[in-house]
């Protein structure tokens, strides 16, 4: 079958559509709390929620990788899935007893977030902490199964009974529910997940099974994709972290707005290339760079023109959609936007020689200015914010980014391309 002009298997066309089902059910939980929230909560119990909710998903980028890399290994690896898996399982038990006390000491000291509720705080972010990255190990067993839309169907599910959940208790206007009401939602979701997975994937959890070497093994074959991670929560993560120390709550809330909004589209839009993973690791195991290259280039060009095609949205009708959303307008909130929606296209765009390299273990380079760039944005944005409010931080990531990765990724993936060819007809018959 035929999609954007790129011959693509049922299986893949599948897992798009329910992936993008997934994407809208997730955009319309966003689309449809988020101002409901705004308007229940004061200005600091939303900005609490919004900053706890950072936290969570940069915390969560510490699995140190292992969930990305056991995707690829048991792709390649299958028959030592219960010792992987096992020990990822017990060894993330473990960071949970370790991320406790000091979430208790960085609340209970206002490091990272001002409230009465430090205990809870703490108490509840470690568990949605672990809860996220147990979910993710049963998801990407799926995944390794190519058994992505079954993923995404869950999520479905899942997405729907947290937006009722949160709905019906954010009328008590306190963020320590809400987060409660989320860990209860995740006991059905990872249960669900880790029933389907065990019927498409032969594997067993058992403390028997864990290993040590086989943890410390995973954790070497898994620090570059671990590191990467840390780079993605730095860049899309960290910034409402930091503004929450130098800026008011109501710039906090604003920046919180806006950067959810766009997040929907970013996530829909990733969606093209992030679900080939699988499908490129196995032709990368047999081999078939002519075919490779070839995609690489065909979704590059389709997912560009993709991306003008919903940056002139954006900047026209989608901004008075955000006005009309949010209930939020004037000039800085209006460049925030536009400045937001451009770095959010150009990091879709980047994305696709991203998700390449990832899959063929490429990611080394990549990963460090990943890093970089993330710092930078960050270093860029801290210096820009006096002279121009909140839009300066955007403005610090979109000049890191174009100074880093965006040039980088695609030039080494193509340079690898006429590598990995020119090796393989070389090679003697």
């Not at 703490?122 to 996220?132: H, K």
């Not at 498409?200 to 864990?210: L, P, R």
């Not at 992030?274 to 997912?303: C, D, H, M, N």
Request: charged share 10%; aromatic share 16%.
């Amino acid at each position: 079958m035929k999609f954007l002009g790129i011959q693509f298997s049922r299986q893949y066309l599948v897992n798009l559509v329910t992936t993008f089902l997934s994407q809208a059910c997730s955009a319309g939980l966003i689309i449809l709390l988020i101002p409901v929230l705004n308007e229940r909560f004061s200005i600091e119990e939303f900005s609490n929620y919004g900053v706890l909710l950072n936290i969570i998903l940069f915390t969560s980028a510490f699995d140190l990788g292992l969930n990305l890399g056991l995707m690829r290994r048991l792709i390649q690896e299958p028959l030592r899935a219960s010792v992987l898996v096992s020990s990822s399982f017990f060894f993330y038990l473990l960071l949970f007893l370790i991320a406790f006390p000091v979430f208790l000491w960085l609340y209970h000291s206002k490091l990272l977030v001002n409230g009465a509720h430090f205990f809870a705080y703490a108490l509840l972010t470690s568990l949605l902490v672990l809860q996220t990255v147990v979910a993710a190990l049963f998801d990407v067993i799926l995944h390794s199964a190519n058994k992505i839309f079954i993923c995404k169907l869950i999520r479905i599910g899942k997405t729907t009974l947290e937006f009722i959940v949160l709905y019906y208790c954010s009328t008590e206007g306190s963020a320590v529910l809400l987060l409660l009401a989320s860990s209860v939602v995740n006991v059905l979701y990872i249960g669900t997940l880790f029933f389907f997975s065990k019927k498409e994937a032969d594997f067993v959890i058992s403390i028997h099974q864990f290993s040590w070497v086989a943890l410390v093994d995973h954790i070497r074959y898994s620090f570059w994709y671990f590191l990467n991670a840390i780079s993605v929560v730095i860049v899309f993560n960290s910034q409402i972290i930091l503004l929450n120390h130098l800026i008011t709550k109501a710039e906090v809330a604003n920046y919180f707005l806006v950067t959810r909004f766009l997040d929907v589209v970013r996530m829909g839009a990733t969606n093209f290339t992030i679900i080939l993973f699988p499908t490129l690791a196995q032709q990368e195991v047999r081999g078939e760079w002519k075919q490779l290259r070839a995609t690489y280039f065909k979704v590059l060009k389709s997912v560009f023109f993709l991306c003008v095609g919903i940056l002139l949205f954006l900047l026209t009708a989608g901004k008075m959609v955000f006005t009309y959303w949010s209930g939020q307008s004037g000039e800085e909130i209006e460049q925030l936007f536009t400045l937001f929606s451009v770095f959010t296209l150009l990091i879709v765009l980047d994305n696709v020689s991203a998700v390449f390299l990832h899959a063929f273990r490429l990611n080394k380079g990549q990963t460090i200015l990943s890093i970089g760039q993330g710092l930078m944005g960050l270093l860029i944005g801290y210096f820009l914010l006096p002279s121009y409010g909140i839009v300066g931080m955007t403005i610090g990531s979109i000049i890191a980014l174009l100074t880093t990765n965006f040039i980088y990724n695609p030039t080494y993936l193509i340079w690898q391309f006429k590598k990995k060819i020119a090796t393989k007809h070389e090679l003697p018959i």
